[in-house]
């Protein structure tokens, strides 16, 4: 560093500064170094500053070419300042970058996109088939009343058909002691629980989830989902059942299936149903079978007319009003439809599983 001199500047003297502040500054490697170099040379006190200010005391000629040349000393000062500090930075910048490790030209991980549950994707498919055909989607309570759960559908306390639904009580005392609380077995309570809030004609399905006391293997989980359907109106006949669950039949599996309806009992439908679909695996041949179990059909849901004790309880006129009512388990759709062995798969939550869908 050049001290600031007394003396009037020469040429020499300024070509020194110049000499001397170069090579300082290419040996500075950090920004405050650089500043204090900065402050040095070109501050209020810095030594070029001194020699512009001593100008003044030159005689004219020497003023105009000695200031000239002070002048280029600072523009050249300043723009060496200016690389040496981008070179500071750059440095800076790969230094950082090699120790952190900093790939920058590493691609990005994808971030993951959520999909819909397979339940929920076949509830949905499910509920389309039925609204294109005039149906309404309602919900209803998981924790319901034995009221609705059992009493409405025609299941009187102490009926062995109780024995149907392994039921899940609350822990609830009414103090009338009649209001028992459970988790609902199934969604047929929403059928008593429609038709109390409204008149025909009523086309619904509730889509669900239901629980049961029950232990678990490939076919049965103690929560499942549900789709139940009502219909009810005038002159509504088994005919209307058949239609109906046909052309659901077809939509789900296609449209060369062919159904088959066998007599089955659920104490809120009379006649009562089930209804099987000929397998779509092995085209009705039965042959060594997995899906149909060499049967041929494959059982798909529970359906029958309304039992007319179920809409005099509602208080309709069963002179007038009659339905149909259905109901299916989506998981055990789904399985058929996907091939999929085992129940406890869908709530496992294994990402292996589940992305597949
Ligand atoms: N709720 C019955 C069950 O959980 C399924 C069912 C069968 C519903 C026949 C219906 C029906 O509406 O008509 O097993």
Known sequence: MTEPSAQPPTAQSIDEIIRSALAELESLENLEAVDQW???????????????????????????????????????LEDRLEDRVRHINEDALKRSASRDRLDVTLPGRPALAGRLHPTTKIVREICNVFVAMGFGVVEGPEVEWDHYNFEMLNIPKGHPARDMWNTLWMDYEDPAGEKAMLLRTHTSPMQARVMESREPPIRVVVPGKCYRYEATDATHEWHFYQVEGLAVGEGITFADLKGTLYEFARKMFGEERQIRFRCDYFPFVEPGVD??????????????????????????????????????????????????????????????????????????NDLRFLRQF
């Not at 030594?47 to 000239?68: H, K, N």
């Not at 779509?280 to 042959?287: I, K, L, P, T, V």
């Not at 809409?311 to 058929?336: N, Q």
């Open 38 to 76: 900065r402050v040095s040379y070109l501050g209020r006190r810095g030594s070029l500053t001194a020699v512009l200010r001593s100008l003044s005391s030159l005689e004219v000629e020497e003023r105009r070419t000695i200031g000239a040349r002070a002048n280029q000393a600072k523009i050249t």
């Open 275 to 348: 209804l099987s679909i000929d397998c779509f695996a092995c085209d009705g041949d039965g042959d060594g079978c997995r899906i149909c179990r060499d049967s041929g059909w494959i059982e798909i849901l529970g359906a029958g007319m309304v039992h007319p004790k179920v809409l005099e309880g509602v208080g309709y006129d069963t002179g007038k009003y009659t339905g149909f009512a259905f109901g299916m388990g989506p998981e055990r759709i789904a399985m058929l439809k996907y091939g999929i062995d085992d129940i406890r798969h869908f709530y496992a």
